[in-house]
């Protein structure tokens, strides 16, 4: 749990990708607007501090992926995959303390299930710029991390929660903060967010 303080396409391609939500692809809604930098989750400060290699400069925004059949099944298949593979706990039972940002082999927190997926995107050609890792409150007030994919259909989310991949504005989440798309160790503030409430994390 992350613990917070405060291009048209045709018909035919849409229906041939399977998500129902793309009939009205390109609504302003489907892509998450960053307003202002913010600060970092403290997990992924540490984090970045003990693997600065996966959080510098990524270069200047292109704008979001292409969104293919490939593409699309790819992700489905590594949420899933990473889903059934990690056991979720938290970090207190693993590690003790309330929030380690880590690699998960067997077990762990929502973050570490993002991380294995962005990774694992990265790896099969996702650029890094179209995957971050964002901060989002559950319906109960609760932290939560998942992975946001950037694409010219609107922004998916990676969830380890759900398997499906739904636009962000269909998961029922708040969304708080995301690292940019310029530089995996700079975190910005979401348009729906509340300035109060993306300080830090900790």
């Known amino acids: 749990m992350v613990h917070i303080n405060s291009t048209v396409k045709t018909g035919a391609l849409l229906l041939g990708l399977g998500i129902a ?19 970092p989750p403290i997990g992924h400060y540490e984090f970045c501090k003990a693997n600065p290699n996966e959080c510098g400069v990524i270069g200047r925004d292109q704008g979001p992926m292409q969104l293919t059949r490939k593409a699309w ?12 593979k990690i056991k979720p706990l938290t970090d207190m039972q693993i590690h003790g303390v309330e929030e380690v940002w880590s690699y998960p082999r067997t077990v762990g927190d929502c973050e570490d299930y993002v991380l294995l997926k962005r990774a694992s995107l990265m790896k099969a050609g996702f650029s890094p710029a179209d995957l971050l890792i964002t901060v989002v409150l559950q319906p109960d007030g609760s932290g939560h991390a998942v992975l946001t994919v950037r694409t010219d259909y609107g922004d998916y989310v990676l969830d380890n929660l759900r398997n499906d991949v739904r636009l962000w504005h269909e998961t029922g989440y708040r969304f708080i903060k995301r690292q940019s798309s310029e530089h995996a160790g700079a975190w910005m503030k979401l348009g729906n967010g509340n300035s109060g409430a993306v300080g830090t994390t900790n």
């Open 21 to 39: 939500s793309m009939s009205n692809a390109h609504a302003a809604h489907d892509f998450l607007s960053p307003v202002s930098q913010t600060n």
């Open 73 to 84: 099944d790819k992700m489905l298949k590594i949420n899933t995959a990473v889903n059934r």
